[in-house]
């Protein structure tokens, strides 16, 4: 059974940075493209950043526009855990943040995409 642990979310104030992690079981690590959404209550879950599985074109990475510029994701295969790090955090950034794996190759973009969630990790960012 495939499990994903986040970890590394809190209280900051806007304009901090967070990084959050994200460890995954399995030979599913390097197989499938990973990713993290967030959700706030009320709205959908939302995609925030995708990675391809390794070896995949060219490990194309994928960001909505709202957070382009300021996360970045990217991941440690030898401790088979994925990571999103956030800057210049604003607190429309806030949310629960789940890390997800993909259900083919490619980036997990929408909800549809997700074979597997990881349990949430909440981040909230205070003006």
């Known amino acids: 059974q495939v499990q994903l642990v986040e970890s590394g979310g809190g209280l900051v104030q806007s304009g901090d940075s967070l990084r959050l992690s994200c460890t995954v079981s399995?030979?599913?690590?390097?197989?499938?493209?990973l990713g993290w959404f967030r959700q706030v209550p009320g709205k959908e879950r939302e995609s925030v950043a995708a990675?391809?599985?390794?070896?995949?074109?060219?490990?194309?990475?994928y960001y909505a526009d709202s957070v382009k510029g300021r996360f970045t994701i990217y991941r440690d295969n030898a401790k088979n855990t994925l990571y999103l790090q956030m800057n210049n955090l604003q607190p429309e950034d806030t949310a629960i943040y789940y890390c997800?794996?993909?259900?083919?190759?490619?980036?997990?973009?929408?909800?549809?995409?997700?074979?597997?969630w990881g349990q949430g990790t909440q981040v909230t960012v205070s003006s």
């Open positions: 990675i391809e599985a390794i070896g995949f074109s060219r490990s194309t990475t």
């Open positions: 997800a794996q993909g259900r083919y190759l490619r980036t997990p973009t929408s909800p549809a995409d997700v074979a597997s």
């Open positions: 399995g030979r599913i690590f390097s197989t499938y493209g």
